[in-house]
C-alpha cells in the first residue's frame, strides 16, 4: 500500500519562500508520476505542479499557470521523495498542499492520482 507523507509547510510573509517535500513509501515511486494539488478554503482542490517519470531524455514537469515562474517541483528517487520548492508567495497561495501518486489519465486531474497524502498547510501573510 503507498502512502505519502507531506512536511514543510508553515506561515511566511509574501514574498517568502518555503520547501515541501512529499516521502513515498510502499510502492516503486521512481514508476509513478508524482503531483502536488492545493485546496484553499471553500475551494476545490486544484492542480498545481505534476513530475514525471525520470527518463533518458530527462523528467517531464507541469505547472499550473498561477505558479509558473515561482514554483519548482523535483523528485529524488534515491530518497522516494518529490519535492515543490515555492517562491515568491502570494497570500493566494494559501492552502492546504497534496502531493499524490497518478496512476492513469491526465496528470492534470484529480482523479488520475489514486494515493493522496494527508497534506500540508501553507499560510502567506500579507
Known amino acids: 500500500q503507498v502512502q505519502l507523507v507531506e512536511s514543510g509547510g508553515g506561515l511566511v510573509q509574501t514574498g517568502g519562500s518555503l520547501r515541501l517535500s512529499c516521502a513515498h513509501s510502499?510502492?516503486?515511486?521512481?514508476?509513478?508520476?508524482m503531483g502536488w494539488f492545493r485546496q484553499a478554503p471553500g475551494k476545490d482542490r486544484m492542480f498545481v505542479a505534476a513530475?514525471?517519470?525520470?527518463?533518458?531524455?530527462?523528467?517531464?514537469?507541469y505547472y499550473a499557470d498561477s505558479v509558473k515562474e515561482r514554483f519548482t517541483i523535483s523528485r529524488d528517487n534515491a530518497k522516494n521523495t518529490v519535492y515543490l520548492q515555492m517562491n515568491s508567495l502570494e497570500p493566494a497561495d494559501t492552502a492546504v498542499y497534496f502531493c499524490?501518486?497518478?496512476?492513469?489519465?491526465?496528470?492534470?486531474?484529480?482523479?488520475?492520482?489514486?494515493?493522496w497524502g494527508q497534506g500540508t498547510q501553507v499560510t502567506v501573510s500579507s
Open positions: 499524490a501518486t497518478q496512476t492513469s489519465g491526465s496528470v492534470y486531474s484529480g482523479p488520475s492520482y489514486r494515493y
Open positions: 510502499g510502492g516503486t515511486f521512481s514508476k509513478y508520476t
Open positions: 513530475v514525471g517519470v525520470s527518463g533518458w531524455s530527462g523528467t517531464s514537469t
